[in-house]
């Protein structure tokens, strides 16, 4: 399944090393370096997944994260947390804004396809809400 995705990380070698490895799985892949970078590409692109950092310039990952949820534009669109930031407390803190999932740094570039490939086939799965809005009507 090919999807649009948003990687936004800081690190310029970080975001070569995601973009290369998801493009060549067929995925249309657009880059943000900072958290109001991400904001703004996420409302005008709408992508299918959000890969993000937490540690970025300005507003942090955290605080996209929660903005996102918050807006109905977005607030569907599955989040793939990646950070340098270790333990268990930064793992709850992101999943606490609405993270779907976390991947800590360093990670192989395997574990990162695997793990988007089962939120976008999760994602594809899930009804949406005008879906579930139906079925709740019967």
Do not use: W
């Not at 310039?57 to 903005?67: A, L, Q």
């Not at 807006?71 to 333990?87: E, F, I, M, Y």
């Not at 395997?110 to 809005?133: K, T």
Request: aromatic share 4%.
């Amino acid at each position: 399944m090919s999807a649009k995705i948003l990687l936004v990380d800081d690190e310029l070698d970080m975001l070569e090393l995601m973009a290369y490895n998801l493009g060549a799985q067929g995925h249309q892949i657009l880059t943000a370096v900072t958290g109001l970078d991400a904001l703004n590409k996420a409302r005008r692109f709408l992508p299918d997944l959000i890969v993000l950092d937490l540690m970025l310039e300005g507003i942090d990952g955290f605080s996209v994260c929660e903005i996102l949820r918050a807006q109905p534009s977005t607030g569907q669109v599955p989040v793939l947390v990646v950070t340098a930031l270790g333990g268990q407390i930064a793992r709850l803190n992101a999943l606490s804004v609405g993270a779907d999932d976390f991947l800590g740094k360093p990670f192989s570039p395997q574990e990162l396809v695997r793990r988007v490939g089962e939120i976008l086939n999760a994602h594809a799965a899930r009804p949406s809400e005008d879906e579930s809005s139906v079925e709740k009507s019967f």
